[in-house]
């Protein structure tokens, strides 16, 4: 009697090789054009976030980052929901800033933004956050934004 080979075993040797597992090459781009980026902690998912940004928005999303870099040395970075997140090494392990792409805008998010002065322009319908939409050719005051990263990362952070 012939010995038989079940179908399943030859086409899971058909397969390709495993995947890499980690940052997309080529993330997929959701609605409004905000990056899907797997949720991950450190510089390299919020890099390929910003790599990831269509258009004008990459550019921005560069200097934004910069100047939270340059503004709080030693910063913690993660995406989370598909946003870039920025927090300090805190006993609560929280977040004082999230960036998130629109299809017109960014927005940044400041989550304890009502405690900052002056206010961030943008009204939230949670309590304490504010933000900065960021269109495109808009002036960006990096002196204002900057003030505005170090106060809130002074503040107690968001848990998420």
């Not at 030859?10 to 997309?24: C, I, L, Q, T, Y």
């Not at 100047?67 to 910063?75: C, D, E, K, N, S």
């Not at 997140?85 to 017109?104: M, Q, R, S």
């Amino acid at each position: 009697m012939a010995k038989r080979t079940s179908k399943k075993s030859a086409k899971v040797a058909k397969k390709s090789p495993a995947k890499r597992v980690g940052v997309a090459a080529n993330p997929k781009l959701l609605s409004g054009g905000n990056p899907q980026i797997a949720k991950a902690y450190g510089d390299a998912p919020v890099q390929a976030y910003i790599a990831a940004m269509p258009g004008w928005k990459r550019d921005v999303g560069r200097r934004l980052d910069a100047l939270i870099v340059r503004t709080v040395p030693g910063v913690r970075k993660a995406v989370k929901w598909n946003s870039p997140l920025y927090g300090v090494e805190d006993p609560e392990g929280g977040w004082f800033l999230g960036i998130h792409c629109f299809a017109k805008y960014i927005k940044v998010a400041f989550f304890r933004g009502t405690s900052l002065h002056p206010v961030p322009p943008g009204a939230s319908k949670q309590k304490e956050v504010r933000y900065l939409d960021i269109h495109e050719n808009d002036p960006l005051d990096e002196t204002q934004f900057a003030a505005w990263v170090k106060q809130a990362s002074q503040l107690p952070g968001e848990r998420m």
